[in-house]
T-cell receptor, first 113, second 112 residues
Framework: DQQVKQNSPSLSVQEGRISILNCDYT??????FLWYKKYPAEGPTFLIS???IKDKNEDGRFTVFLNKSAKHLSLHIVPSQPGDSAVYFC????????????WGAGTKLIIKP | EAQVTQNPRYLITVTGKKLTVTCSQN?????MSWYRQDPGLGLRQIYY???????DKGDVPEGYKVSRKEKRNFPLILESPSPNQTSLYFC???????????FGDGTRLSIL
């Protein structure tokens, strides 16, 4: 049973508009969440993270929102640019308990010109 | 340049022939990890290491071995590879649990 789910395998967004990528989790013990971005033939690269003591974290065009009661997080990219076309993974961890990261299956974001 | 280097990048081999995928990082990171990526499943952690001589199982350790004799190297060993280990493998490292992981570019293994 997947503990971290990204239910949209792909998402297409017009350049300049907002991209919203969603992630749901089932384990209420998760208290640290990360988003990674992956281009073809490369390893994932870290984008942004959030701990459960916050409900929002912002870094430039990227904002992550965490809704603990719904066990849901989302990544907002504003404005979307062609270079944002990639696969986005969310990952979750239980701090101080384990070094394990549990990953979602990824969402392929396509930015249309 | 700070990097995680995996070798080989591609390998086609046969069932039962032992193989090793090397991973080396030049950032003096304590934490290293191996993942496999399969379609529809995302990344699944195979093994991780918190420091030299300290390793632990991830979600899918069966059929794999690791060792951490030096801080910079974390090889992944398949003693008797089988076709279900055909996958894309990533090595990663970080300073610690709260720090973002740096990934290698991946190793695509095909076991026939």
């Amino acid at each position: 049973d997947q503990q971290v789910k990204q239910n949209s395998p792909s998402l297409s967004v017009q350049e300049g508009r907002i991209s919203i990528l969603n992630c749901d989790y089932t384990n209420s013990m998760f208290d640290y969440f990360l988003w990674y971005k992956k281009y073809p033939a490369e390893g994932p690269t870290f984008l942004i993270s959030i701990s459960s003591i916050k409900d929002k974290n912002e870094d430039g065009r990227f904002t992550v929102f965490l809704n603990k009661s719904a066990k849901h997080l989302s990544l907002h990219i504003v404005p979307s640019q062609p270079g944002d076309s990639a696969v986005y993974f969310c990952a979750a961890s239980v701090l101080l308990l384990s070094y394990q990261l549990i990953w979602g299956a990824g969402t392929k974001l396509i930015i249309k010109p | 340049e700070a990097q995680v280097t995996q070798n080989p990048r591609y390998l086609i081999t046969v069932t039962g022939k032992k193989l090793t995928v090397t991973c080396s990082q030049n950032m003096n990171h304590e934490y290293m990890s191996w993942y496999r990526q399969d379609p529809g499943l995302g990344l699944r952690q195979i093994y991780y290491s918190m420091n030299v001589e300290v390793t632990d199982k991830g979600d899918v350790p069966e059929g794999y071995k690791v060792s951490r004799k030096e801080k910079r190297n974390f090889p992944l060993i398949l003693e008797s590879p089988s076709p279900n280990q055909t996958s894309l493998y990533f090595c990663a490292s970080s300073l610690g649990q709260l720090q973002p992981q740096h990934f290698g570019d991946g190793t695509r293994l095909s076991i026939l």
